[in-house]
């Protein structure tokens, strides 16, 4: 079978690529275990000098894997050169704190001596979207391997061109051969290599419904997963809020990576008292937004990755019109080639319409007006995601009591909601589960394994019932 890398914004074919067979998937996974068991042994600095080394390679050849994100699935070059930035920043960190987060932590007992290690669990099988193709790779990849692991990567089907670079920038590095592995296979062969008794745990970032599927087959063969799903993040604006810096800043967060973030705010929940105010300048700011050929360092939105995707969008923007939404800007796909959808925002939602219900991935922002505080936070938390949120008030001692209250992995408070390595990452409910970044997520894929010393024959414990 071929895979096709097509350029989203022009519709042309790129590049096609040969699928691997079950029997060179299955080979690739026995030399990833076979490089686990001898990485397991490494030093946390022969560890280090790996991850940094893979950091520079990807600031050295920055504008190479920009230029390859952006022509594979339609991301702002701007924005793509950022991403390469955000991952070599990864690897950095983790190079020079993964030490600290996987030490030793000793426990007070009745023992000669208890502590508590975190050993690597072995090849850890990463299942990775489109939206951010270097970027949610080398999040779970770089933390993952400094804890000792190997990583084996089932990318996208549309970004083959990134799946492959990432490998071969693991080798560029001088990681040993097979810890890090590409596999290019369709997602008909993903249940099968979960079951594989060399892959150890999973990791996937994706929608609800192939989480769903993921977490089953996971399950099905008690294997450790973190999960991160979709997302209908809520913008909530109170009152009090400063207007213009929200209203510029909602532009940026619902419009990221042309609308296709996870973490994008999608609904954007208003305190009746500046509800007009506030759309005025927020439609405002998102139809100065330069649309257009991504490879263009003055655009700021792109087209969608695919075409399916655009026509979901279509379908979700009309049936919510239907239902008494009104485009205050955009409304429609863009006239020629490429996946373009403008810009949107749409006020006059309501709880029922798709745009508020479901997930939609693209450039399109739903307002809603809230009767006040207590009301916005009801509608916040109606919804069946739980990953980011925004709240935005000038009262920052009342914000931190509302962020209690929101259902979400995250929430940010005057600002847009972003992925760092130093915090944990996450979601809840129809989001996922685990987390990953921070010193949270490199203890995911480790076996936190007490061990307890005493004196030959001597009690251990205070009781000898389980």
Known sequence: MVMQSINPATEEVLESFEELSPREAEQALEQADRAFRRWRTTSFEERAACMHAVGRVLREQKGRWAGLITAEMGKPIVEAEAEIEKCAWNCDFYAEHAPRFLADEHVQTDAQESFVAFQPLGVVLAIMPWNFPFWQVLRFAAPALMAGNAAVLKHASNVPGCALAIAEIMEQAGLPEGLFRTLLVPGSAVEALIANPHVQAVTLTGSSEVGEKVAAAAGRNLKKQVLELGGSDPFVVLADADLDAAAKTAARARNQNSGQSCIAAKRFIVEEPVADAFTEKFAAAVEALQVGDPSRRETNVGPLARGDLRETLILQVEESVAQGARAVIGGSPLDGKGYF??????????????????????????????????????????????????????????????????????????????????????????????????????????????????????????????
């Open 341 to 466: 959808y403008a810009p949107t925002v749409l006020e006059g939602v309501s709880e029922v319409m798709p745009a508020f219900r479901q997930e939609t991935f693209g450039p399109v922002a739903a307002v809603l007006r809230a009767r006040d505080a207590e009301d916005a936070i009801r509608l916040a938390n109606d919804t069946e995601y739980g990953l980011g949120s925004n709240l935005w008030t000038r009262d920052t001692e009342r914000g931190k009591q509302l962020a209690r209250r929101i259902e979400a992995g995250s929430v940010f408070i005057n600002g847009m909601v972003a992925s760092d390595p130093r915090l944990p990452f996450g979601g809840i409910k129809r989001s996922g589960y685990g987390r990953e970044l921070g010193a949270f997520g490199i203890r995911e894929f480790t076996n936190i394994q007490t061990i307890v010393v005493s004196e030959a024959g001597g009690p251990s414990a205070r009781t000898s019932t389980e």
